[in-house]
Nanobody, 113 residues
Framework: VQLQASGGGLAQAGESLRLSCAAS????????MGWYRQAPGNMRGLVAR???????SYAPSVQGRFTISRDAAKNTVYLQMSSLKPEDTGIYYC????????WGQGTLVTVSS
């Protein structure tokens, strides 16, 4: 299955963005799905993940500001990002957790101060 992230853009600190991740094929309902971020000069890291029954977990840096959700009927995973900070800048990808196969297209989020 190919996963493509969208919804990124330019935001000012304090603003919100909503990212979407659409699967080209059927997303397994049992897969744990995650959003990952690669900031400039850094390794790609997990930001949030969600299980098939809706349990969520977040990196400490985004806890309380980001919300991950999924819509199985639409084969889509979302990341609602609020109270954005400049350090949230990066390319955001969605993938299974743990990731497998090749990475899909990410979406760039740039947060200015």
């Amino acid at each position: 299955v190919q996963l493509q992230a969208s919804g990124g853009g330019l935001a000012q600190a304090g603003e919100s963005l909503r990212l979407s991740c659409a699967a080209s094929g059927s997303m397994s309902s049992t897969d744990v799905m995650g959003w990952y971020r690669q900031a400039p000069g850094n390794m790609r890291g997990l930001v949030a993940r969600i299980t098939s029954d809706g349990s969520t977990s977040y990196a400490p840096s985004v806890q309380g500001r980001f919300t991950i959700s999924r819509d199985a009927a639409k084969n889509t995973v979302y990341l609602q990002m609020s109270s954005l900070k400049p350090e949230d800048t990066g390319i955001y990808y969605c993938a299974q957790y743990p990731p497998r196969g090749s990475w899909g297209q990410g979406t760039l989020v740039t947060v200015s101060s």
